[in-house]
């Protein structure tokens, strides 16, 4: 009881001010990848939205993303993981209701590169080595490897149905360029995945760095929202105070 008096008591003080929060999926995932943070923030106080991307080139991912926060009025703080940083990156710029970033074992580029740029930058991640192509040429995680990959870090039946309800994805995404990046414009949390097979955890360091972002770590795979839900809830909730 004890324990979880302290733990209420902690998110009391992270609430901070109500607020929207935008929430941005990553490739192979959709809006519901998220479903273990969203109650999570809204026992918080906060008016959560989660975009569903279809992950076919960087620009429709950013203007559908765009859409969904020029709807909201009032402060609205973007969290993305994965490829999903990206489209905030590319999304949030300019945005005059856009609060700040958080990106969860996401990808932040500066103007002008592509995901491909920075992983190449960096030691190859393992997962590369499970991504296929189907007959329509988009990309998939093989689905009897992705949950090692991507997220060994929960219940085996858990994971094989993440790797069941995946999206594929197109190659563009990865070689889209951003323009100028709204981490130059607004404030910026990371949470790195320490044990992240997907992206380098040394590239995620990197990106946090370059953003100035205030980071914490994670002992996690890539998927920590699905994993760790409820310290990257908190990295969001102390992001509403930042």
């Known amino acids: 009881m004890a324990s979880t008096s302290g733990r209420t008591q902690a998110q009391q003080r992270l609430k901070g001010k109500a607020m929207n929060i935008v929430l941005v999926h990553g490739a192979w995932s959709d809006g519901s990848g998220w479903s273990k943070v969203i109650p999570i923030l809204q026992a918080a106080g906060h008016n959560v939205v989660a975009v569903q991307n279809e992950m076919r080139t960087l620009k429709a991912d950013s203007d559908n993303t765009r859409a969904a926060i020029d709807a909201l009025s009032g402060p609205t703080l973007l969290a993305g993981h994965s490829y999903g940083g990206a489209v905030m990156t590319s999304a949030g710029r300019d945005a005059k209701n856009v609060v700040g970033l958080v990106y969860i074992a996401a990808f932040a580029p500066d103007e002008g590169e592509s995901l491909n740029d920075i992983n190449a930058r ?11 192509p189907d007959a329509r040429g988009l990309l998939f995680l093989d689905r009897a490897q992705m949950p090692a990959f991507f997220v060994a870090d929960i219940p085996a039946a858990e994971g094989a149905v993440l790797a069941a309800v995946q999206r594929p994805v197109a190659g563009a995404i990865f070689t889209d360029r951003v323009g100028p990046p709204a981490w130059k414009q607004h404030k910026s949390w990371f949470a790195v995945s320490e044990n992240d097979l997907m992206i380098d955890p ?3 360091r990197f990106m946090a760095q370059r ?26 909730l102390a992001a509403t105070n930042g």
């Not at 100035?212 to 969001?236: D, F, G, M, N, Q």
């Open 122 to 132: 960096f030691a190859p991640a393992p997962g590369g080595k499970v991504v296929v």
């Open 211 to 236: 953003a100035k972002a205030t980071t914490i770590s994670l002992k996690s795979s890539h998927a920590s929202l699905v994993a760790h839900p409820r310290e990257v809830a908190e990295l969001i």
């Open 202 to 204: 040394n590239a995620e």
